[in-house]
């Protein structure tokens, strides 16, 4: 671009007029509004290398996350998506608790095993998240449905670490009574009961990963 216009290069601020100047260079006034020029590195080859980059690393991190699914035998228990974040694995079997309280009522024992290995063996981070029943009271006194599903979240947590998990890999939501199971047909018992539960989520980043520093304005 800059050899195009015989290094009369866009300043910031300046836009280009229609038609060119006598001495057949592009002439330019002042824009109105400021403006930002579109970043010219960006049409380098190292910049495109860079665009095309990002896009190979999400198709590898899918094919790796498949790869380390099928050979832990999570593959048939698991939910894989793609996303504008990366690509997110959701365990079909969740961890369900006894009303009230975080022990638990129901749990794939063949499946934690599995999630354990996959964890132990591979370098991906997971997302414990715990939920509640909506207006759950709690066995324990001062224990509301946000504390509720932390302390089910933390438990699970908890769980892991004493199978070797690292905990550093991990992630520990709460939302509480404010995403509750509301399936259609089913009733009021049966979706408090499948409310009352614990979700994982496997990752190739944690939320404290860097990422890409921009300008803030």
Excluded: C
Excluded at 88 to 101: M, R
Excluded at 194 to 213: A, Q
């Amino acid at each position: 671009i800059r050899n195009a216009f015989g290094g009369n290069v866009l300043k910031k601020g300046e836009v280009i007029q229609l038609g060119r100047s006598a001495d057949n260079q592009p002439t330019m006034v002042e824009s109105a509004s400021p403006v930002k020029p579109f970043p010219v590195e960006f049409l380098t080859s190292e910049g495109m290398l860079n665009k095309h980059e990002i896009n190979r690393n999400s198709t590898e991190t899918l094919n790796l996350m498949k790869q380390d699914l099928e050979s832990t035998g999570l593959a048939d228990n698991s939910n894989v998506y793609e996303e504008k974040e990366g690509i997110k694995v959701v365990l079909k079997d969740k961890i369900y608790f006894k009303k009230g309280s975080t022990s638990i009522r129901n749990i794939s024992i063949e499946v934690f095993e599995k999630l354990v290995k996959i964890l132990n063996e591979r370098n991906w981070v997971i997302f414990i998240k715990g939920h509640s029943s909506v207006n759950e009271k709690s066995d324990l006194p001062g224990v509301d449905t946000y504390l509720l599903s932390s302390m089910r979240s933390m438990a699970v947590m908890k769980a892991l670490v004493s199978k070797g998990v690292d905990s550093k890999r991990m992630t520990v939501v709460s939302y509480g009574d404010s995403r509750p199971i509301n399936i259609q047909g089913q009733s009021k018992v049966e979706n408090q009961k499948l409310s009352r539960r614990v979700e994982i989520m496997i990752r190739k980043r944690d939320l404290e990963s860097p990422g890409h520093k921009v300008d803030a304005y």
